[in-house]
């Protein structure tokens, strides 16, 4: 008897699409994976566009739907196109409530990310029973989580089929234009069992994919009001589990309505102050910045009192080294706070994440034009060899949003704006 098609109505890269889930509704249909319903895509970003609510469940089976467009464009066997549709379907299956906002916060403490998770979810009993019953081995889907398996580059790589998935429908969701042709990418990908590649004849689409990612970083997720919505979330979540409020084991399993829930109980009255203003978005706000030299411009005040000062790269790199672990940033933050004159949790350092674009080259490939299947490596080059100048294009990009904020209340910004003008930002962080 055959199985009767399920359908699923939903956002794709071609717009609303019905997407055939009938392979995939044993593995829909467990908790791990229904789960993903309650965490979003991007932590907080529903803090600044309001319309993007849209949840790691809708880019997990977006990512799988274009790993079924990529199958045969690969030319994969039977065994391995099951695979990468098993494994672009469960890549995200790890993650803790607010993606990566709760990985940050507790990585130091517990040492787990989401890709060990995620390992630990497929070895489910009822994970491994829906993916064995798509023809598809547990051992073999592990070890595309743990990258042993070089396919896995079709979908984790720089130009996968996650990233694909995901810098476009963020972009869309939160009503920002992104220019590419993610069907004409797909439709030129190259896998010879140990590179990944994209055939040259596509390579203007990779340049404006590549592009558009770093305009998402800009314009999405290193937009200033969303790092202090994230920073002071981070600092929520810290507090509480230094006052034993909530397990960071137990809380891997929450989503975000739970997490929530919790950082509004905890017994750390930082992270309650910190949730209420979260609540009633009376966000804290920047008093100084720390830019990089040679990129003040880049830090518009419009007439707010904000100190802004520079700092060289190696002032920088010292800095990430010495505070790179939330515990030691934390505490930085809490002697700020004493010698400002203010309550923990009050005075905050938000430090956005920087998009590495310096090995991009040897992760983004292309195939010459004629190159032929048995002389494939012969046939490569980096993105940075096929577009000379792009490479410190990007990385002049990210390097002009890299700032330190100083984040402390509305109330008392003016007052902490005259102490930096007189005393200078740099006299508390370095």
Request: with cysteine.
């Amino acid at each position: 008897m055959a199985i009767p098609t399920k359908i699923m109505r939903m956002h794709t890269y071609r717009g609303p699409s019905d997407v055939d889930i009938t392979e995939l509704t044993e593995l829909i249909d467990t908790e791990e994976f229904q789960r993903l319903k309650r965490v979003n895509q991007v932590s907080c970003i529903d803090h600044i566009y309001p319309d993007a609510n849209h949840k790691r469940f809708s880019h997990v089976l977006g990512t799988g739907y274009l790993a079924k467009q990529s199958n045969p464009v690969l030319g994969l066997d039977e065994r391995d196109s099951r695979l990468n549709f098993a494994y672009a379907n469960t890549h995200d299956i790890g993650h803790g409530p607010e993606s990566h906002e709760w990985e940050i916060a507790i990585h130091d403490i517990t040492g787990v990310d989401h890709k060990q998770k995620g390992i630990e979810r497929i070895r489910s009993k009822n994970v491994r029973k829906a993916v064995e019953g798509m023809g598809v081995k547990i051992e073999d889907l592990e070890a595309m989580h743990t990258r042993e398996n070089p396919l896995h580059k079709v979908v984790s790589s720089r130009v996968g089929l996650d990233k694909l998935d995901y810098i476009e429908r963020d972009a869309y969701f939160c009503s920002k234009g992104a220019k590419m042709d993610i069907e004409r990418i797909v439709n030129h990908m190259i896998f010879d069992g140990k590179n990944y590649a994209i055939d040259e004849r596509a390579r203007d689409d990779v340049k404006l994919f590549l592009d558009a990612m770093v305009s998402a970083y800009h314009e999405i997720y290193l937009v200033k009001a969303l790092q202090i919505v994230r920073t002071m979330l981070s600092r929520a979540i810290c507090y509480s589990i230094q006052d034993k409020s909530l397990d960071p084991e137990k809380g891997w399993d929450m989503d975000d309505y739970q997490l929530k829930e919790c950082l509004e109980k905890s017994s750390s009255e930082a992270a309650r102050g910190l949730m209420r203003r979260l609540g009633s978005r009376d966000f804290l706000k920047t008093a100084g910045v720390i830019k990089l030299d040679g990129c003040r411009e880049y830090e518009p005040i419009k007439g707010k009192p904000i100190t802004v000062e520079c700092i060289n790269r190696q002032d920088k790199d010292a800095f990430g080294g010495k505070y790179g672990k939330i515990q030691n940033l934390t505490r930085l933050e809490e002697r700020i706070a004493k010698d400002l004159g203010f309550q923990k949790g009050e005075v905050l350092l938000s430090i956005p994440p920087t998009l590495e674009v310096s090995n991009a080259g040897s992760d983004v490939l292309i195939r010459r034009k004629g190159s032929r299947d048995d002389l494939f490596d012969s046939g490569l080059r980096s993105i940075y060899g096929v577009f000379p100048g792009l490479k410190e294009h990007l990385l002049t990009q990210t390097e002009n949003q890299y700032a330190i904020r100083m984040l402390v209340p509305g109330e008392s910004r003016e007052r902490v704006y005259g102490i930096l003008e007189e005393k200078g930002m740099k006299r508390f962080l370095f």
